[in-house]
């Protein structure tokens, strides 16, 4: 029997040997809130029409890819064609009423010379043609002008970007300063909407994590002051962020605190019969003590769980060493 039991304790000796032994301290570790963040583009602005008109020529649609200036559509206003003919016309009879003075005005000089008619007639006849001249000058100012709202019947592309929605449809009838199309440009971010009991906690320059396996890392770059339907608003910069769908929801979790916490390594828990155990040095041999495991937590690369219940600061908590 003394041999047997002799046999145990130099088993169990040799266990203890080959296992480490952890001495719990309580450590301070992050708390999450898990969310969704919605992909955002960084510029988001409308292209708009500058002058009323019918949609004539409608070049892109969404999805495609536009440079700042592209032209992506023409409004044309018929009433401005018909005041362009009227200001031909206008000028047409004005300069034929030039043409009509210079040739008075040379007959008279003419005729001058010779005394047959008076300076005043003379200066009559210089005073009309300067005022065709000037009248000329006026209507070809009024034409450009009309030109120029002509020009602005293009619409073009404020940014280099994306079209995101294009509201219109080619024959559509459009007031000066409606949306033709919206772009998104300058790259894409992620946009968080957070309880509101969490404003105080966020920091510029905190590390978020991105998808569910916190594969990916973000940094909070900016959180909106005020605060609408009980939600504060952030962003975070993500580095090769997926921008193809605009509005895609991605998971994320942030840090919105800290708590004191019990953490043994993953090895450290075993199963059985649906309930977690834990094994415990006490004195020279060693139990197994009931818990309730939390969160899993990554102590630079080793897998630690939070301990809920179950153990207390200073148990000597015993792990496989491998």
Do not use: C
Not at 296 to 305: I, L, Q
């Amino acid at each position: 029997m003394n041999k047997i039991l002799i046999f145990v304790a130099a088993l169990m000796a040799a266990g203890l040997a080959r296992a480490e032994v952890i001495e719990l301290a309580p450590v301070r570790v992050t708390d999450w809130k898990a969310v969704y963040g919605e992909v955002e583009p960084r510029d988001l602005i409308p292209a708009r029409a500058r002058i009323g008109g019918t949609v004539m020529v409608l070049e892109v649609t969404e999805g495609d890819a536009v440079a700042a200036g592209q032209r992506i559509a023409v409004v044309e206003d018929d009433k401005l064609s018909f005041q362009l003919e009227a200001i031909d016309a206008q000028l047409g009879a004005l300069q034929n009423q030039l043409d009509t003075a210079r040739t008075d005005l040379e007959r008279g000089e003419s005729l001058r010379e010779r005394g047959v008619i008076t300076v005043q007639n003379l200066d009559q006849l210089r005073t009309a043609v300067n005022v065709l001249d000037n009248q000329i000058r006026s209507t070809q100012a009024q034409r450009l002008v009309i030109e120029q709202q002509v020009a602005e019947g293009a619409v073009l592309s404020p940014v280099d970007g994306v079209v995101l929605a294009v509201p219109v449809a080619r024959g559509s009838v459009i007031n000066p300063g409606e949306q033709v199309a919206q772009i998104g440009g300058g790259g894409v971010f992620l946009r968080l909407a957070l309880p509101e009991r969490f404003a105080g906690r966020l920091t510029v320059g905190d590390t978020i994590e991105i998808g569910s396996d916190a594969g990916q890392q973000g940094k909070l770059v900016k959180v909106y002051p005020q605060i609408a339907g009980g939600r504060v608003l952030a962003d975070v910069e993500v580095d090769g962020l997926d921008g193809r769908f605009i509005g895609r929801r991605v998971p994320v979790r942030v840090p919105v605190g800290e708590h004191e916490a019990l953490l043994v390594p993953e090895t450290a828990l075993s199963q059985q019969a649906g309930l977690d155990f834990v094994t415990i040095q006490a004195g020279d041999h060693t139990v197994q003590r009931t818990v309730v495991p939390g969160s899993r937590v990554m102590m630079g690369d080793v897998a630690m769980v939070e301990i809920l219940s179950g153990l207390a600061a200073g148990d000597k908590v015993v792990t496989d060493h491998e």
